[in-house]
């Protein structure tokens, strides 16, 4: 007869619970940062659901917890609590790290750098995999895949010199990976450790070098402000406490509750963050800031026509375009600051025309 959860064996049950949905919840994020490769709205909501675990073993004669009410408000107890609490505040704040450039801070916890490479290892050999099984991978001989990477990396050096403050370890002796595929898709997405995918749809929009610079410059600017491994953080914490209140109250965090109140306006806020440190990587590289308010123009000119552009703001994983293009056009003046400082006109020039020359 089921009498109720005997937490004194517990232990084994948590913490293969905890550790599937670590990973579980680490490969949802993967997915849904794939921008390329967006799931269906519906497929938001379903995704995230708890996953199930059995807590509860057989037991006779097993009283629930003898007596409930002196139990939590002894003094024990309170100690215990108060205790994890402290813990817990101890943990996250030793998990605080400054992004570069906005100097917001951020909790990164219960993901290592090597889970964050391993699944950007892993979304990486999966896109080109298919992608070459489709016969759409651009060879990296090929003149968009050279410019890609050439542009992709100037952008990457910029990144990791820590200029902007904050942490920026995790940018050195990143191993960056650009590919391109050959898809009408108007799009490009990273994933972490620096794996950048860009769909010749994009390529074909854009009408210079700096436009260019512009997409790769957000995209590296979500890899400096770690917005994956902040994502899984998030999911991860959100699943234990899910799995807690599972154990002790007999209820569960709803996914639709983790979708629209966490997981989509932290999508929103993290690319306006990349747009704004996207634009200061792109002056300190030596490109045309301005680059960054024409491409958004073009690539809302594009979403105009999408059956997608009339999706309510908060049931989507990007602000509107607009919203974007008033906000990086408030920073111009701080990014030509930088251009001016970091960039003379001979370098500019030169940065501009030696790879043409090959030099």
Same mark, same amino acid.
């Given at each position: 007869?089921?009498?109720?959860?005997?937490?004194?064996?517990?232990? *084994?049950?948590?913490?293969?619970?905890?550790?599937?949905?670590?990973?579980?919840?680490?490969?949802?994020?993967?997915?849904?940062?794939?921008?390329?490769?967006?799931? *269906?709205?519906?497929?938001?909501?379903?995704?995230?659901?708890?996953?199930?675990?059995?807590?509860?073993?057989?037991?006779?004669?097993?009283?629930?917890?003898?007596?409930?009410?002196?139990?939590?408000?002894?003094?024990?107890?309170?100690?215990?609590?108060?205790?994890?609490?402290?813990?817990?505040?101890?943990?996250?704040?030793?998990?605080?790290?400054?992004? *570069?450039?906005?100097?917001?801070?951020?909790?990164?916890?219960?993901?290592?750098?090597?889970?964050?490479?391993?699944?950007?290892?892993?979304?990486?050999?999966?896109?080109?995999?298919?992608?070459?099984?489709?016969?759409?991978?651009? *060879?990296?001989?090929?003149?968009?895949?050279?410019?890609?990477?050439?542009?992709?990396?100037?952008?990457?050096?910029?990144?990791? /010199?820590?200029?902007?403050?904050?942490?920026?370890?995790?940018?050195?002796?990143?191993?960056?990976?650009?590919?391109?595929?050959?898809?009408?898709?108007?799009?490009?997405?990273?994933?972490?450790?620096?794996?950048?995918?860009?769909?010749?749809?994009?390529?074909?929009?854009?009408?210079?070098?700096?436009?260019?610079?512009?997409?790769?410059?957000?995209?590296?600017?979500?890899?400096?402000?770690?917005?994956?491994?902040?994502?899984?953080? $998030?999911?991860?914490?959100?699943?234990?406490?899910?799995?807690?209140?599972?154990?002790?109250?007999?209820?569960?965090?709803?996914?639709?509750?983790?979708?629209?109140?966490?997981?989509?306006?932290?999508?929103?806020?993290?690319?306006?963050?990349? /747009?704004?440190?996207?634009?200061?990587?792109?002056?300190?590289?030596?490109?045309?800031? /301005?680059?960054?308010?024409?491409?958004?123009?073009?690539?809302?000119?594009?979403?105009?026509?999408?059956?997608?552009?009339?999706?309510?703001?908060?049931?989507?994983?990007?602000?509107?375009?607009?919203?974007?293009?008033?906000?990086?056009?408030?920073?111009?003046?701080?990014?030509?600051?930088?251009?001016?400082?970091?960039?003379?006109?001979? $370098? /500019?020039?030169?940065?501009?025309?030696?790879?043409?020359?090959?030099?």
């Amino acid at each position: 007869m089921e009498r109720g959860i005997n937490f004194s064996n517990q232990g *084994p049950l948590l913490g293969c619970c905890l550790l599937q949905k670590a990973v579980s919840l680490a490969h949802l994020s993967a997915q849904l940062v794939h921008k390329g490769r967006g799931l *269906p709205f519906h497929e938001l909501f379903r995704t995230p659901q708890p996953i199930t675990c059995t807590y509860y073993v057989i037991c006779r004669g097993y009283e629930h917890f003898g007596s409930r009410g002196s139990a939590w408000g002894s003094h024990t107890t309170r100690l215990v609590l108060g205790g994890a609490a402290a813990g817990s505040f101890a943990y996250y704040w030793s998990c605080r790290q400054e992004v *570069p450039y906005t100097h917001r801070h951020h909790a990164i916890m219960m993901v290592s750098q090597k889970m964050e490479l391993h699944i950007g290892q892993q979304t990486f050999q999966q896109v080109t995999q298919e992608a070459t099984a489709t016969n759409t991978l651009l *060879p990296q001989n090929s003149s968009a895949a050279h410019l890609v990477r050439r542009v992709g990396l100037r952008i990457a050096q910029v990144a990791a /010199d820590g200029a902007g403050g904050g942490y920026y370890k995790h940018m050195q002796n990143l191993d960056w990976e650009f590919a391109v595929i050959n898809s009408p898709d108007v799009n490009a997405f990273v994933a972490p450790g620096g794996k950048v995918v860009v769909f010749s749809g994009l390529l074909r929009l854009v009408g210079s070098e700096d436009e260019l610079a512009a997409v790769l410059a957000h995209e590296v600017g979500h890899v400096l402000a770690r917005h994956h491994a902040e994502r899984m953080s $998030q999911l991860n914490v959100t699943g234990l406490l899910s799995m807690l209140m599972r154990a002790l109250l007999g209820i569960s965090i709803p996914g639709a509750l983790v979708v629209l109140g966490m997981f989509l306006p932290y999508s929103r806020a993290a690319e306006h963050e990349a /747009d704004a440190i996207g634009i200061r990587l792109l002056a300190k590289a030596c490109y045309d800031p /301005d680059a960054n308010v024409t491409m958004l123009l073009k690539l809302n000119a594009v979403q105009g026509g999408a059956a997608g552009a009339h999706t309510p703001e908060f049931l989507s994983t990007h602000p509107l375009t607009t919203e974007r293009v008033q906000k990086v056009k408030r920073l111009l003046p701080e990014a030509y600051a930088l251009h001016q400082e970091n960039c003379s006109a001979v $370098q /500019d020039i030169f940065g501009r025309f030696a790879p043409a020359a090959g030099w």
